[in-house]
């Protein structure tokens, strides 16, 4: 079975300019998380997606959004880039129905100059 | 609100020997989930074992094992007969049980494992 990809792998972008991250969770699973890590702030939670709503959402400015389609692929965007939203940003899919881990994607390399 | 504090940001082993990572966590909830994920240098965020909350009994997965101390909110991870490609960055992460449908976690800020020869 195939795991969790994430496109594009890398990406370089200019402060003010907006960015739409992909991810493809593992066939069957339904719920998409993304997270933020950083050197400084480590991995932080910003939202989860289940059946194309969101049901979670950490503490990020309105900047970052998503969306979930109907066959469970996900999107993260955001808008008005900063410097500091420079970050690895890792997608996970699970079941989303009682107890199931989550697996990772291998991440989005985003650097904002 | 949750937290997970990881004391050691980085610790040595040499291989084949024995390794213990420390984990607590902060928590009014009485049933939840706790996890260990590797993150080697590729970034790709791999799961090493979990924890349910109400089983008594430490989750082993071959060479990882847990010490789960309830009580003391401690989640430790017992690495038995390091190999050089255990080598990599290790999170522990909290998952609530109130809401079984949300899979947010919450991680602490890590610990670098070097291994040496």
């Known amino acids: 079975k195939a795991g969790v990809t994430q496109t594009p792998r890398y990406l370089i972008k200019t402060r003010g300019q907006q960015v739409t991250l992909s991810c493809s969770p593992i066939?069957?699973?339904?719920?998409v998380s993304w997270y933020q890590q950083t050197p400084g702030q480590g991995l932080q939670f910003l939202f989860e997606?289940?059946?194309?709503?969101?049901?979670n959402k950490g503490n990020f400015p309105g900047r970052f959004s998503g969306r979930q389609f109907s066959n469970s692929r996900s999107e993260m965007n955001v808008s008005t880039l900063e410097l500091g939203d420079s970050a690895l940003y890792l997608c996970?899919?699970?079941f989303g129905q009682g107890v199931h881990e989550q697996y990772f994607g291998p991440g989005t390399r985003l650097t904002v100059t | 609100a949750q937290t997970v504090t990881q004391s050691q940001p980085e610790m040595s082993v040499q291989e084949a020997e024995t390794v213990t990572l420390s984990c607590t966590y902060d928590?009014?909830?009485?049933?939840?989930?706790l996890f260990w994920y590797k993150q080697p240098p590729s970034r790709q965020m791999i799961l090493v074992i979990r924890?349910?909350?109400?089983?008594?009994q430490n989750a082993t997965e071959n060479r990882f094992s847990v010490n789960f101390q309830k009580a003391a909110k401690s989640f430790s991870l017992k690495i038995s007969d390091s190999q050089l490609g255990d080598a990599a960055m290790y999170f522990c992460?909290?998952?609530?049980?109130?809401?079984?449908?949300?899979?947010?976690?919450?991680f602490g800020k890590g610990t670098m494992l070097l291994v040496s020869p």
């Open positions: 996970a899919s699970s």
């Open positions: 066939s069957g699973h339904r719920s």
């Open positions: 997606y289940f059946s194309e709503t969101q049901r």
């Open positions: 928590t009014s909830e009485s049933d939840y989930y």
């Open positions: 924890q349910e909350a109400y089983k008594q």
């Open positions: 992460a909290y998952r609530s049980a109130l809401n079984s449908g949300y899979s947010t976690l919450t």
